[in-house]
């Protein structure tokens, strides 16, 4: 680490201004994210009552688009090797204006109607040319947002390092998740109020327009730091080489935090883009009322990823926090997919959901540097998103289909099936935590040690 981060990460105002400025670009990514995932019950109306007239397999396609770039052409994996080899401010600046971009082709997508359809090669289906062009608008968002969340991650890595790293990771995911619970409670109603679906997603757009200036803003920060102490003699940090990767391709520790990755997240994210029509079509809340209750979730992340965050960085216990945080990830999938259907049950089941999404990344981002070393950060925060991007794009394809599939002819799907496919991404993340704390064990990573040196 250069001798900027050493000095500055020795005043807690300054490394937690930097935090703060990154965690306001990324709470307005995640917004976006989720903008559209609220809108489901409006997106697959017809167009003659004010809807876009997609069905549910439209939705779920739509809905893993965001990490199509990312998985088949790579592009969150390079962002790895370049956020590594040319630095932050570059690849901060590159993956914020790709996000814009990405927000505007979106927006002129759902803003427009469209002539015809498009059928794509390998028997994945036909889709109207508005769901490819929100696709392609997706997509190209989703590569800006997530190289800039593994820039993000390694921005908060070289100031924390050494002090309260797993508390400002955990409150970096904390504003994140304030987007998050935004785009599910304010979505819809804005929508409604403000001229429909694309009102909601023009706010996204010029949410992240704010976002890329913030960023810009902790760029000039860091400038004019790196030149007020370049006359300062130190040793220069060891730079990345391709030779290293193999470090990263032959550490069981990185491989199977990153499988873990995979499947706690496949088991929350392409969830939430399909919980609110669930409560509308299980549970029986109300239009106006549905998205307050996958709101839920994010918000109770705010307080509690911090709050785990904390006591790692104080106690140590990062691979039991794991293991924990995916036992309540199987046991709330398997309450959403019994035939309770009182209103009640979906909040407490959501709750529960909201402790597990706040365990699980409390403990697993700041274990990463843990077992990786700082060169090839970058890479390998890249490498567990790219992986994580597959079930983010594959999952919501998946569950739309089986959801299509359980269609009755009045419109109404039976929700069981796809809840017992999440229930088996969270058995999967339980055996993956257990042998992850297994190999620490004998490894010796220290994903049990406290982080904060005394």
């Known amino acids: 680490m250069d001798t900027i981060s050493k000095k500055l990460s020795e005043s807690k105002g300054a490394r937690w201004t930097a935090m703060i400025i990154v965690s306001l670009t990324m709470m307005f990514g995640y917004f976006f994210t989720d903008v559209m995932a609220p809108l489901e019950e409006m ?229 939430l883009k399909f919980a609110t029509k669930l409560m509308i079509t299980k549970y029986g809340v109300s239009d106006s009322l549905a998205g307050l209750i996958p709101a839920m979730l994010p918000f109770g992340t705010i307080i509690l990823t911090p709050l785990f965050g904390g006591l790692y960085d104080k106690r140590g216990k990062g691979a039991t926090l794991m293991i924990i945080g995916s036992i309540l990830l199987t046991l709330v999938h398997i309450i959403f997919a019994v035939p309770l259907n009182n209103w009640m049950i979906a909040i407490a089941d959501m709750l529960i959901l909201g402790i597990s999404f706040g365990l699980v990344p409390a403990a697993m981002w700041p274990s990463v540097p843990k077992i990786i070393p700082m060169k090839l950060l970058g890479t390998a925060y890249a490498m567990i998103f790219y992986i994580q991007n597959i079930g983010l794009s594959l999952v919501p394809i998946l569950i739309g289909k089986i959801n299509q599939a359980n269609t009755d002819a009045a419109g109404i799907i039976n929700y069981t099936e796809s809840m017992y496919c999440f229930t088996l991404f969270g058995i999967i993340a339980v055996l993956l935590s257990f042998w992850l704390k297994a190999v620490d064990k004998k490894a010796g990573y220290g994903l049990e040690e406290p982080n904060i040196k005394e």
């Not at 088949?72 to 590159?94: A, E, N, Q, S």
């Not at 190289?147 to 390092?161: L, N």
């Not at 785009?183 to 804005?190: E, G, K, M």
């Not at 409604?192 to 200036?213: D, E, K, P, W, Y």
């Open 43 to 271: 997106l697959t109306r017809s167009q003659a009552t004010g809807g876009l007239g997609w069905s549910s397999e439209e939705y779920g396609f739509f809905s893993g688009a965001y990490g199509f770039f990312n998985v088949f052409l790579l592009l969150l994996f390079f962002g790895g090797i370049i956020l590594d080899k040319f630095g932050i401010r570059i690849t901060g600046i590159l993956s914020t204006v790709l996000m814009f971009a990405g927000a505007l082709i979106k927006y002129w997508a759902v803003k427009n109607s469209f002539e015809g359809t498009m059928t794509l090669p390998l028997g994945i289906g036909t889709y109207s040319m508005q769901v490819i062009w929100a696709c392609v608008g997706f997509a190209t968002f989703g590569v800006g947002c997530e190289i800039a969340g593994i820039t993000a991650s390694k921005i908060i890595v070289k100031w924390f390092t050494g002090h309260e790293l797993a508390l400002a990771m955990g409150l970096q995911v904390a504003l994140s998740r304030v987007g998050t619970a935004a785009a599910l409670s304010v979505a819809l109603p804005f929508a409604q109020r403000f001229g429909g679906i694309s009102a909601s997603v023009g706010l996204g757009a010029v949410m992240l327009c704010i976002g890329m200036i913030s960023f810009l803003v902790y760029c000039v920060m860091d400038k004019k730091e790196d030149e007020s102490v370049a006359t300062v003699q130190t040793e220069p940090e060891e730079g990345f080489h391709f030779s290293d990767l193999k470090i990263l391709f032959t550490s069981k520790g990185f491989w199977l935090i990153t499988l873990l990755c995979l499947m706690f997240y496949a088991g929350v994210f392409p969830f």
